[in-house]
C-alpha cells in the first residue's frame, strides 16, 4: 500500500517520531531503535512494551505480518486506562492494511473525540484514512499531498501518495512519490523498503519509462526478501528493451530464485513466466505456460490467466470455454468474471461484455480500476457502436 504523527512541543517532526499523551500528565514518545527511547516516568512497562512493540510493526515491517501484529498490539495498547488520539489514529491505519474499514472508521472517531487536542497533521492523518475508507481516491490524494508540505520528511506520507496514485493507474506521479519516500529513508532492511522499490519499478514500467524501471528495480534485489519479486521487475524492463535476448536464461534465474521459497507452487511460477510472454506480445508462449500451469492446478489464478492469453491472441471463444469448465468452478471470482466480459468484448457481444464486467464490479467492495477500465471501453463501444476496438491491453491482474 504509512505513518504516524509527531508531536514534539509545538513542532511537528515526522521522520519516525511518535510522540503520545497517555493520559494529562503523561508522555509517551518513541524513536527509531537506533536512535534510543525516551519515556516519561509515569508510563508503565506494559504500555511502554505494548506500544514500542505496536509501532515498530507497524512503521518498520520486517514482513508482510508484522501489519496483523501490529493490530493486535495496538488494540491492547487502547484498552488502557487513558488513552491519546494518536494511538487510535494509529490503530485505525493499521486496521486499514488488513482492510478492516469499519473498524479503521470506528478508531479513527475515537481520535475524533478528543479533536481539540490534535495537532495540524493527525487532523491531516485522520482526513487521508478517512478517504481511503470512504474509496475516494481524488480526496485521499489531496489529504496525502497536504501531508507532504506538514511532513515532508516523513517517509509514509510519501509511500501512502505513491500507493493511491498507482492504484487509480496515475504511474508517473506515482513514481515520483515513492522516490520521495526512498530519498527519506531507503529502509535497506525493512520488507516495506522492498515494497516500495517495487511498485516504484513498477510504476515506471506501466508510465513506458523502461529504463528508469530497470534501475528502480535494482535496490530491491538487495533485501533478501524481495529479491525475486525485484528480479521480475528487472526481467520485465530488460526484456521489453531488448536488453536481454535470452528469455530462457531469465526464466531460469527467475525459477532458482523461486523454488528455494517454502510457498513456492510450480503452477503458480508458470503463470508468472507466461506474464513473461505476455507482455512482450508473444501470445503463443504465453498459452504455452499457462496452459502448463493450469494442467497442473486450474485454480483461479492460472483460469484467468490462461483465458486473457487466449482472448489476446484472438481465440476468445476458447477463453470463454475454459472459464465456463473450469474444474475449480471459479465463475463468481472477479477476475474469471472480468475476463469473462473482455472475451465478450473482443468477439463484438458487447451486451454480454457489460454484463460480466457488471457482475465483476458487483463482485467488490471497492472499485477496481483495471474493471473499471474495461467497462468504460465497453461503455463507449455500446454508445458509439462505430467505435474500433482497443488494441491489446496489459495484463488484467498487474
Not at 503520545?20 to 518513541?30: D, I, P
Not at 487502547?78 to 474499514?101: E, K
Not at 528487472?234 to 521489453?240: F, I, K, S, V
Not at 469448465?325 to 474469471?336: A, G, M
Amino acid at each position: 500500500m504509512l505513518r504516524t504523527l509527531i508531536k514534539v512541543s509545538s513542532v511537528l517532526l515526522i521522520v519516525n517520531f511518535f510522540v503520545f499523551n497517555l493520559g494529562a500528565c503523561s508522555t509517551f514518545t518513541a524513536r527509531e531503535p537506533s536512535q534510543g527511547i525516551e519515556f516519561d516516568a509515569s508510563v508503565s512497562g506494559a504500555q511502554k512494551s505494548t506500544l514500542l512493540a505496536g509501532r515498530q510493526r507497524l512503521f518498520n515491517p520486517q514482513q508482510r505480518s508484522d501489519f496483523k501484529e501490529a493490530v493486535t498490539l495496538l488494540e491492547k495498547a487502547t484498552r488502557s486506562r487513558s488513552v491519546s488520539p494518536s494511538v487510535w489514529i494509529d490503530l485505525g491505519y493499521a486496521y486499514s492494511t488488513q482492510n478492516r474499514f469499519n473498524d479503521s472508521r470506528l478508531a479513527l472517531a475515537n481520535a475524533m473525540q478528543h479533536s481539540e487536542s490534535l495537532s495540524a497533521a493527525e487532523v491531516g492523518w485522520v482526513d487521508a484514512l478517512s478517504a481511503r475508507i470512504a474509496d475516494n481516491a481524488e480526496d485521499e490524494i489531496k489529504a496525502w499531498k497536504a501531508l507532504t508540505k506538514l511532513q515532508p520528511k516523513n517517509r509514509w506520507v510519501w509511500y501512502r501518495l505513491g500507493a493511491v496514485l498507482y492504484r487509480i493507474q496515475r504511474y508517473s506521479e506515482a513514481s515520483n512519490a515513492f522516490e520521495n519516500a526512498l530519498l527519506i529513508d531507503s529502509l535497506d532492511q525493512a520488507w516495506q523498503a522492498s515494497h516500495i522499490h517495487y511498485l516504484n519499478a513498477k510504476s515506471y514500467y506501466r508510465a513506458g519509462k523502461l529504463e528508469q524501471s530497470r534501475i528502480a528495480s535494482l535496490p530491491g534485489q538487495r533485501i533478501k526478501i524481495s529479491e525475486r519479486a525485484n528480479f521480475y521487475r528487472q526481467a520485465m524492463a530488460e526484456l521489453a528493451l531488448g536488453h536481454d535476448k535470452n528469455i530462457h536464461a531469465v526464466i531460469k534465474k527467475y525459477r532458482r530464485l523461486s523454488d528455494t521459497r517454502p510457498s513456492f507452487d510450480e503452477s503458480v511460477f508458470l503463470t508468472n513466466v507466461a506474464n513473461f510472454f505476455f507482455e512482450l506480445g508473444d501470445y503463443s508462449s504465453a498459452i504455452e505456460y499457462a496452459s502448463a500451469a493450469y494442467d497442473l492446478k486450474p485454480g483461479n489464478y492460472q483460469t484467468w490467466a490462461l483465458a486473457y492469453a487466449l482472448t489476446e491472441s484472438g481465440r476468445a471463444l476458447e477463453a470463454i470455454k475454459v472459464l465456463q469448465n473450469s474444474p475449480q468452478k471459479t465463475p463468481q471470482k472477479l477476475h474469471t468474471l472480468a475476463v469473462t466480459g473482455w472475451a465478450y468484448y473482443r468477439l463484438g457481444q458487447l451486451t454480454k461484455a457489460r454484463e460480466f464486467l457488471l457482475a465483476a464490479k458487483a463482485t467488490q467492495a471497492r472499485k477496481h480500476y483495471g474493471v473499471e477500465r474495461d467497462l468504460a471501453i465497453v461503455e463507449l463501444a455500446l454508445a458509439n457502436p462505430n467505435t474500433p476496438q482497443v488494441g491489446s491491453v496489459r495484463w488484467f491482474g498487474d
